[in-house]
């Protein structure tokens, strides 16, 4: 499979500890997204990357949250201290350079469940 | 910064008949317009995109237009088919060396056979 793949698919956790996701993006896609999904609504971007630089952070990633991309390849999303509010389908995108860099696709997500 | 509304949030059709989604969007600056179909459980999948240099955009039995102007977009499925329930959701981002994606609430398309 050629696609964005992500793991865990799912993940339970107390709250208070700590969770980590990884995406691993299209070979060769240097562009990556993470995305939060919450029941009955749209992605909302939480942080982007360019190779290994992280270009841009949403107000929403509070500084619990912590994302890295160390050589431009797969990318690691930590939770610190996790909190009910945080349960969430947790989505990565990646995207090529050229003309069709704004076009993403989408992983299949971390569902992350908080109790 | 960009918002997106997305209207209706849920729709019921038979099979068959057209289904039309729309949005609108707030930042005139926004130049791309992807739609996204995610079935239960699924990742989004890219079923169409439009720029903002054209108007309209088909791809067999879905089509997207843009009204620039008006600052609003729509989906059009013709032909539905039961496989074509799912949440769809719009989105909106401007070229600015990156394209963070704005989504919409998403519409719940329900096709019945």
């Known amino acids: 499979d050629t696609g964005v793949s992500q793991d865990p698919r799912h993940k339970i956790t107390k709250r208070g500890q700590n969770v980590t996701f990884r995406c691993d993006p299209i070979s060769e896609h240097n562009r990556l997204y993470w995305y939060r999904q919450t029941l009955g609504q749209g992605p909302e971007f939480l942080t982007y990357f360019q190779n290994e630089a992280q270009l841009e952070k949403s107000r929403l990633l509070s500084d619990r949250f912590s994302a890295e991309r160390p050589k431009g390849s797969f990318s690691t999303l930590e939770i610190q201290r996790t909190e009910q509010g945080d349960s969430a389908m947790y989505l990565c995108?990646?995207?090529?350079?050229?003309?069709?860099?704004?076009?993403?696709?989408f992983g299949p997500g971390t569902r992350l469940t908080v109790l | 910064g960009e918002n997106v509304e997305q209207h209706p949030s849920t729709l019921s059709v038979q099979e068959g008949d057209s289904a039309v989604i729309k949005c609108t969007y707030s930042d005139s600056a926004s130049n791309y317009f992807p739609w996204y179909k995610q079935e239960l459980g699924k990742r989004p999948q890219l079923i169409i995109d439009?720029?903002?240099?054209?108007g309209e955009k088909k791809d067999q039995r879905i089509a997207v237009t843009l009204n620039k102007t008006a600052k609003h977009f729509s989906l059009h499925i013709t032909e539905t088919q039961p496989e074509d329930s799912a949440v769809y959701f719009c989105a909106a981002s401007r070229n600015s060396g990156y394209s963070t994606l704005t989504f919409g609430k998403g519409t719940m398309l329900l096709v019945s056979p």
């Open positions: 439009i720029r903002s240099n054209v």
């Open positions: 995108a990646s995207s090529p350079t050229g003309p069709d860099s704004d076009t993403q696709y």
